[in-house]
């Protein structure tokens, strides 16, 4: 391609990711500064390598994967993070109080809000976490609040409504128990703990409440199959206007979101920040994933960012390298 056809390529992805319509060759004359017939040839030209394409409702052009794929490989310039979102950030990562889980989830959602784009957060398989500690604080005498910490900085808690009958001492002494027998197992064996050796131990001793220690061996079941997935922004592509017509597109894409087995396929095994394009990702021909890998202290992970193909490519690539970055310093 020569330089003018650079320029129009350029100018028809750029002006399509900001209005989702598609872009006329008389709109392009002003900038370019030559006739709408000189523009036509070449869009014509473009579209005959494959990088546009016409669609059915307009004379104007759109980019194709192909053109997308050009534009982020030779073209693209990331852009520089405005004030506004490196503030909205940073008030996450110098915030000394919250562990690695709660900055990368808190993250997730800012960067949500900023794109309108769909955040998935993938770390370490139940099999790389260890149970460190669980913890349980009163809140009244029915109710209580349950902490699970692992050893890569992984928090989960829930809230408990638990009988009248149960003593502070009887709770204390059940996750005393748990502790004792738990601390250091990988969290998918857990579960196998509690069962054959935690259980028969509070089978013989009638103070202990067996409704209290079923409630937690279902909690720390929940964590050992949700704790490698955080997900923000999940409705997001209600909000694009390329699928708002499109019902079967957007249930089949939330229908993705609610299968981990495929988002545990989004996993980045590469360094830097990647780049799918369409039917170059294997989760929907519609959609562009960015994603990155993290290693954190050890805590090895993926943050992907779901869109639609016509995203600002300049724009979610230095967000996701700034949460790369800023992980990694914690």
């Known amino acids: 391609m020569n330089n003018r056809q ?17 872009v006329s060759s008389k709109s392009l004359e002003q900038t370019l500064n030559c006739s709408s017939a000189t523009i036509r040839n070449e869009m014509s030209y473009l579209e005959e390598l494959g990088y546009l394409e016409k669609t059915h409702t307009s004379s104007g052009r759109v980019p194709s994967e192909s053109g997308y794929r050009y534009y982020v490989d030779n073209i693209m310039v990331p852009k520089e ?35 309108s784009c769909t955040l998935v957060a993938l770390g370490s398989s139940s099999k ?37 009958g149960i003593s502070p001492l009887e709770i204390k002494q059940t996750v005393d128990l748990i502790n004792k027998h738990v601390i250091g197992t990988p969290l998918d064996e857990v579960n196998a703990k509690l069962e054959f050796e935690v259980k028969p131990i509070i089978s013989d001793n009638v103070n202990y409440q067996r409704k209290l220690f079923d409630a937690f061996c279902n909690f720390i079941n929940d964590v050992t199959n949700d704790s ?20 079967d597109k957007i249930k089949n894409i939330i229908s993705k979101f609610d299968d981990k087995s495929f988002i545990n396929n989004i996993k980045e095994e590469e360094n830097g920040i990647k780049i799918y394009i369409g039917s170059e990702n294997k989760f929907d021909d519609d959609v562009t994933i960015v994603k ?32 790369k970055n800023n992980i990694e310093r914690m």
């Open 128 to 164: 790389e976490n260890c149970l460190s500690k669980v913890e349980v604080i009163p809140i009244t005498d029915t109710n209580l609040v349950a902490i699970i910490v692992t050893d890569k900085g992984h928090v989960e808690n829930r809230n408990f409504v638990i009988d009248e």
């Open 6 to 22: 650079v320029e129009i390529l350029k100018l028809i992805v750029e002006e399509y990711i900001k209005t989702a319509k598609p």
């Open 81 to 115: 993070l405005t004030g506004n979102d490196i503030l909205k950030l940073q008030s996450i990562f110098k915030n000394q109080s919250l562990v690695l889980s709660d900055a990368i989830e808190k993250s997730l959602e800012i960067v949500s809000d900023l794109t």
């Open 292 to 323: 990155t890998k993290y290693n954190a202290n050890g805590e090895i992970g993926t943050i992907a960012l779901i869109g639609p193909k016509r995203m600002e490519y300049d724009r979610v690539t230095m967000l996701l390298e700034y949460l």
């Open 228 to 247: 490698n997935i955080k997900m923000k922004g999940r409705s997001n592509i209600l909000k694009q206007p390329e699928f708002d017509s499109d019902v």
